[in-house]
């Protein structure tokens, strides 16, 4: 992995040479920041630029063994873990971590759930994990200066775990290098917290989201800027987007279905919606309750705004051009925010059909307003 292969956040590249060109590399990092940034990658260039012996021009070479072994997955002084499922450890699952890596340059917690298909499970960093982990880092360095440890999503990481890992994530040795991503660095346990430096990595500009889409997926510019700008900094979210899966289309039916069933105030009708929807696996009606605020949002710029500032898909534009006048300076604030508690009652393991026959019926209220 190269600093070039990753879009955006230029001034992150720069600080990451320059700590090693410099040699004055922390003991432990924490990159942080939203999905779809390339966090995880921007940690595998790092540690990739660390050990090659030939780089230049604030690249590694990807030619050297050390380069070579990083480009396969398979250097031997570079370490990962991450959250899995039934009480495991990271080498348990290394072959599907290197498919996964090997499928995705830009990650995702929902894309390592699908490989893993744990869509019902939340995988986590088992006390287990710690064991593996200080062994791993006791070991001397085989081909490099520096062994590196990339900790990938560590919020996901269990107390025990935790609390086993805070001597030698603070006092290292001397050729020990952590590297934690974060996804959210709030929810990161402040033991770890509090040994590790921090390097944000901001959300990827619109332009540099549509280049990549360009170069990376084929498709014309126009296209291109569109799906970016619904992306609003995320990658992942961006790829996503460009598949118009059956989920997506799944979700704009249940959205527009709702809308109408609320604007007719047909309250059995959405009894039945609000069941239905709540079939879903919990991860799934959060994904829902994602598109329902971004199409609330781009109905209310189709309807107030410049219609050019507005990007929807032909199929939800030609939605709009009758349902956007309902969502306006009267209720646009109030209905983002019952969508806002809907998804936060549903991420706190609430009962899904109550909460969304509520969110429904609030809905109903406001869509005349």
């Given at each position: 992995m190269r600093f070039s292969d990753i879009y955006g956040n230029e001034a992150v590249k720069q600080r990451l040479r320059a700590m090693v060109d410099d040699d004055h590399i922390p003991h432990a990092l924490l990159l942080h920041g939203p999905t779809g940034t390339g966090k995880l990658a921007m940690a595998r260039?790092?540690?990739?630029?660390?050990?090659?012996?030939?780089?230049?021009?604030?690249?590694?070479?990807?030619?050297?063994?050390?380069?070579?072994?990083?480009?396969?997955?398979?250097?031997?002084d570079t370490y990962f873990v991450f959250p899995v499922i039934k009480q495991g450890t990271s080498d348990k699952y290394i072959a599907e971590w290197r498919d996964f890596l090997t499928r995705?340059?830009?990650?995702?917690?929902?894309?390592?759930?699908?490989?893993?298909?744990?869509?019902?499970?939340?995988?986590?960093?088992?006390?287990?994990?710690?064991?593996s982990i200080i062994h791993k880092m006791n070991l001397a360095a085989f081909t490099a200066p520096y062994k590196v440890m990339i900790i990938w999503l560590p919020e996901k990481m269990n107390e025990g775990c935790a609390n086993k890992l805070l001597k030698i994530i603070e006092e290292p040795s001397s050729d020990?290098?952590?590297?934690?991503?974060?996804?959210?660095?709030?929810?990161?346990?402040?033991?770890?917290?509090?040994?590790?430096?921090?390097?944000?990595?901001?959300?990827?500009?619109?332009?540099?989201?549509?280049?990549?889409?360009?170069?990376?997926?084929?498709?014309?510019?126009?296209?291109?800027?569109?799906?970016?700008?619904?992306?609003?900094g995320d990658i992942v979210a961006a790829e996503e987007s460009l598949k118009l899966d059956s989920e997506q289309r799944d979700f704009f039916t249940q959205f527009v279905d709702l809308m109408r069933k609320a604007y007719s105030r047909d309250f059995k009708g959405l009894r039945q919606w609000s069941e239905k929807v709540s079939d879903y696996k919990r991860e799934k009606?959060?994904?829902?309750?994602?598109?329902?605020?971004?199409?609330?949002?781009?109905?209310?710029?189709?309807?107030?705004?410049?219609?050019?500032?507005?990007?929807?898909?032909?199929?939800?534009?030609?939605?709009?051009s009758r349902f956007a006048p309902f969502i306006n300076e009267r209720n646009v604030e109030a209905m983002a925010a019952e969508l806002d508690s809907a998804l936060r009652d549903i991420r706190g393991n609430a009962n899904a059909k109550i909460v969304l026959f509520h969110f429904s019926l609030n809905i109903a209220k406001l869509i005349k307003a």
């Open positions: 260039a790092f540690a990739q630029y660390l050990h090659c012996t030939d780089r230049h021009d604030g690249e590694p070479c990807g030619k050297c063994p050390n380069c070579l072994a990083h480009q396969s997955l398979n250097h031997a995705y340059r830009f990650e995702s917690y929902q894309r390592w759930q699908a490989v893993l298909k744990s869509e019902n499970a939340q995988p986590m960093i088992y006390v287990t994990e710690s064991e020990s290098i952590f590297v934690l991503v974060s996804d959210d660095e709030s929810k990161v346990l402040p033991t770890i917290y509090s040994r590790v430096q921090r390097v944000e990595m901001k959300p990827v500009p619109t332009p540099e989201v549509a280049r990549y889409l360009e170069e990376a997926e084929a498709i014309d510019p126009d296209t291109a800027m569109a799906l970016a700008a619904i992306a609003e009606c959060c994904r829902f309750l994602e598109a329902s605020a971004r199409l609330l949002r781009e109905n209310f710029i189709f309807n107030v705004g410049d219609r050019s500032l507005c990007y929807l898909r032909p199929e939800e534009a030609k939605f709009s």
